[in-house]
């Protein structure tokens, strides 16, 4: 029996959308029939989204990219608000992460918040893996690549346990912000700042004032 899959992928390189959708076709089971299309934009997918919505056929997976040039109305600046749209009118869609991110950070924010049924680093991506990873989040989600699943577990397996807005300054900081910027991107005082950056260093048992040992430590604990 036919099974029609309705797919949206988005990404901002055609050519690699291309070479995914091409893998997806050349691999697909002989039951499957897969309605594929394709944005190059934050704007092209919403509108594919909300077509898809107003026709009562919502798609049944979507592949997002997570950096994207954000829309025209600036409400949507990148993949990872793309998903968290497609989760709140599509609920039923299965979403496929598609980033060459590989930061801890970044990674574990996405999967808070996003919880993707996929999770593909594209500096680890083989058609194979895409593949797998397709006939996986249908079947039998979720499916993440070997890096994602390293940071994850490395993170599992601490005993240091650091809430979001500590993880932010740690992110922040990796980044080359300086302290006394943090308030510049933190809805918090400088005061308290600086109390959580010495409560990280005594989770790290970091002793010297220095911001790159603290970020030493952390990077080898999976934190950034």
Do not use: W
Request: hydrophobic content about 40%.
């Amino acid at each position: 029996m036919q099974e029609t899959i309705r797919i949206l992928m988005t990404d901002d390189h055609p050519m690699i959308i291309e070479g995914y959708q091409n893998t997806l076709i050349a691999t697909k089971k002989e039951s499957q029939d897969l309605k594929i299309d394709i944005a190059n934009s934050c704007d092209e997918s919403i509108k594919y989204m909300n077509k898809a919505i107003s026709l009562e056929n919502p798609y049944d997976i979507l592949f997002m990219d997570i950096s994207l040039p954000p829309s025209t109305d600036g409400k949507f600046t990148s993949g990872e608000d793309l998903a968290l749209y497609a989760r709140k009118i599509m609920p039923k869609a299965k979403i496929v992460i598609l980033t060459m991110f590989n930061e801890s950070y970044r990674i574990h924010n996405i999967v808070k918040t996003i919880n993707p049924e996929g999770f593909l680093i594209k500096s680890d991506l083989t058609s194979r893996e895409l593949a797998s990873a397709f006939q996986a989040v249908i079947n039998n989600p979720p499916f993440y690549s070997g890096t994602v699943n390293s940071i994850i577990r490395k993170t599992i397996s601490n005993d240091i346990v650091i809430d979001e807005v500590n993880r932010k300054i740690l992110h922040l900081l990796s980044q080359g912000i300086k302290t006394k910027s943090l308030t510049d991107h933190i809805d918090l005082s400088m005061s308290a700042i600086e109390k959580r950056k010495r409560h990280l260093k005594e989770l790290f048992m970091v002793n010297d004032s220095n911001d790159e040992t603290l970020l030493n430590e952390a990077r080898k604990k999976g934190f950034v």
